[in-house]
């Protein structure tokens, strides 16, 4: 029987932490963990033509070591603007970029109001998008003395595959794997 995996979500999360989840038989998600400053709970990296840069989602002052649930997202500077004008012209030719476009667009632009709320959606989202049609379970959902769960691990790293610039650079969102491989991607995931 396949696992069952406690996960404290991400933003858009590394290839790392949703590998192991494709497979799992129940995924827990944890929004009651610390949130850190400079973690990626609020931010990820993407490709772009200099080699890579964050995407960061701010919060409002005072939130340093409240419960990732409880952390307020910032909204007073537009980030969900440069964060898509980022993709865009950091994806916009590769060739799965408009298969996914909407989807991000409509989530960032919903303004989740807490980092546990938008971590959550960006998880589920791709856990969809790689073919995981099962209900990503909240944590007040189950017991917490369920038997059979575990942390879920962090995978490695997918093996190099074709990025929208030159050269392959490790450590990036899996959004840049979609956008460069579509639905492909499952595969790549599931075989780090």
């Not at 827990?28 to 949130?35: E, F, G, L, P, R």
């Not at 990025?163 to 969102?173: A, D, M």
């Amino acid at each position: 029987m396949a696992p069952v995996f406690h996960v404290v979500p991400e933003y858009f999360p590394r290839p790392e932490v949703l590998g192991p989840l494709i497979g799992a038989s129940q995924v827990v998600i944890v929004t009651d963990a610390q949130y850190s400053r400079q973690s990626w709970h609020n931010r990820t990296r993407v490709r772009n033509p200099q080699g890579w840069q964050w995407l960061t989602v701010p919060v409002e002052n005072g939130q340093f070591g409240r419960k990732i649930a409880e952390t307020r997202i910032a909204y007073h500077d537009g980030w969900m603007t440069r964060h898509e004008k980022a993709l865009q012209y950091n994806y916009s030719t590769s060739p799965f970029y408009l298969h996914y476009a909407d989807d991000i667009s409509s989530l960032l632009r919903s303004r989740p109001a807490t980092l546990g709320q938008l971590t959550t959606a960006t998880l589920e989202l791709m856990l969809r998008w790689l073919g995981r049609r099962e209900v990503v379970v909240p944590p007040g959902m189950i017991t917490p003395d369920l038997q059979g769960a575990s942390p879920a691990p962090l995978g490695t790293a997918p093996a190099p595959y074709r990025q929208n610039y030159p050269g392959f650079i490790p450590g990036l969102s899996t959004l840049d794997i979609l956008f460069n491989l579509g639905p492909h991607a499952t595969l790549d995931l599931l075989r780090s």
